[in-house]
């Protein structure tokens, strides 16, 4: 069955950076677009970055362009997000996703990590 | 961007009764719109997809609607399990995807 399985998550100071991953098994991660979505505490769902099934194109909602950087390891059947000049508002439950279409919804989502960007 | 914008923001319902949540898009989506499902302290999970399909494993009781700019899910008679918040997502035009705020759906 699919699986995915964030981790990274943790405590960091405004302007330091950190790495998501998330582990995927159950399907074949190279033929399918992913993505990661996150949460505020107590708000809604928010888009953040998306790759293609090949990697070779990247996309992001305005709000994290330019410091937020995504990547795929095909051979470990892994997602990366790489966040760097975090702000507060970047505190959230990051999910990441898997994309059932370029133009689709999302049909499997992990569990979560939590970002908590603090002094 | 396209905006979606859901209705209302929480609804009270009795078990057995009907629930209809609303869905709004800014333009025209076609049929490109999904609902999902997420209840505390877990993730979302795909409810229907292209407007009135259902994810695999989803009861029956759950249904959607609509094309275009306005889309409605119902869950026809509801279960004490169904207390969840309901988002609604079009992917018809991106980046960004775009969901709605979300509509808090308790059981009486």
């Known amino acids: 069955q699919e699986q995915l399985v964030e981790s990274g998550g943790g405590v960091v100071q405004p302007g330091r950076s950190l790495r998501l991953s998330c582990a995927t098994s159950?399907?074949?991660?190279?033929?399918?677009?992913m993505h990661w979505v996150r949460q505020a505490p107590g708000k809604g769902l928010e888009w953040v970055a998306g790759i293609s099934f090949d990697g070779t194109k990247t996309y992001f909602a305005d709000a994290v362009k330019g410091r937020f950087s995504i990547s795929r390891d095909d051979s470990k059947d892994t997602l990366y997000l790489q966040m760097s000049s975090l702000r507060p508002e970047d505190s959230a439950v990051y999910y990441c996703a898997r994309g059932r279409y370029a133009r689709g919804d999302f049909d499997y989502w992990g569990q979560g990590t939590l970002v908590t960007v603090s002094s | 961007e396209i905006v979606v914008t859901q209705s209302p923001a929480t609804l009270s319902v009795s078990p057995g009764e009907r629930a209809t949540l609303s869905c709004r898009a800014s333009?025209?989506?076609?049929?490109?719109l999904a609902w999902y499902q997420q209840k505390p302290g877990q993730a979302p999970s795909l409810l229907i997809y292209g407007a009135s399909n259902r994810a695999p494993g989803i009861p029956a009781r759950f249904s959607g609607s609509g094309s275009g700019t306005d889309f409605t899910l119902t869950i026809s008679s509801l279960h004490s399990e169904d207390s969840a918040v309901y988002y609604c997502?079009?992917?018809?035009?991106?980046?960004?995807?775009?969901f709605g705020q979300g509509t808090k759906l308790e059981i009486k």
């Open positions: 159950g399907f074949t991660f190279s033929a399918y677009i």
């Open positions: 333009q025209g989506v076609d049929i490109y």
């Open positions: 997502q079009q992917y018809s035009t991106w980046p960004p995807y775009t």
